[in-house]
């Protein structure tokens, strides 16, 4: 049987131990369509060393923001980021779910203040936030309405 490599990246970020099926909400997340140029390879279902599998996504010339990141923290709490410099990794960490979550999920309560609209037809200049009461599974209280959201990444602004 013949085995398929994934290419290595000379610069960007390798993101690992993405809970399996989601490496395409962290595409949706690092804004990745048809219209970007660099590399790009998306890994789904691999079996990891401990016998589970997980989900790979490799982007050339590409770095996290920090938004990113919390986003991702939140759908794939085992993730980990890899920055890769001329093919070597220099940095690698876990992502960490904050304990506080601003301007990233949207309050799934349309009466919330976060939500309101002017008569204007514009949102309130008030930023959504939200306390994380668990990590697993993951729950987020809204700070304004208390509406408890346990499905965030179906939020995600």
């Keep these: 049987m013949k085995e398929f490599k994934v290419q290595p990246i000379r610069n960007g970020t390798v993101i690992d131990h993405i809970d399996s099926g989601k490496a395409l909400d962290v595409l949706k997340i690092l804004n990745i369509d048809e219209t970007v140029k660099s590399t790009v390879s998306v890994i789904m279902h691999v079996q990891s060393a401990k016998n589970e599998y997980k989900d790979i ?5 590409k770095e996290l923001n920090p938004k990113q990141l919390q986003k991702i923290a939140l759908i794939a709490p085992h993730a980990t980021i890899n920055i890769i410099r001329d093919y070597e990794v220099v940095k690698k960490s876990a992502v960490k779910a904050p304990e506080r979550v601003v301007g990233i999920v949207r309050c799934a309560n349309p009466n919330c203040i976060t939500n309101a609209r002017t008569e ?10 939200f306390i994380v009461e668990s990590v697993n599974p993951l729950k ?5 309405c208390d509406r408890e959201l346990d499905d965030p990444e179906k939020h995600l602004i």
């Design 57 to 61: 996504v490799k982007v050339e010339d």
């Design 120 to 129: 204007l037809d514009t949102y309130e200049p008030v930023e959504p936030e």
């Design 140 to 144: 987020l209280r809204c700070v304004y």
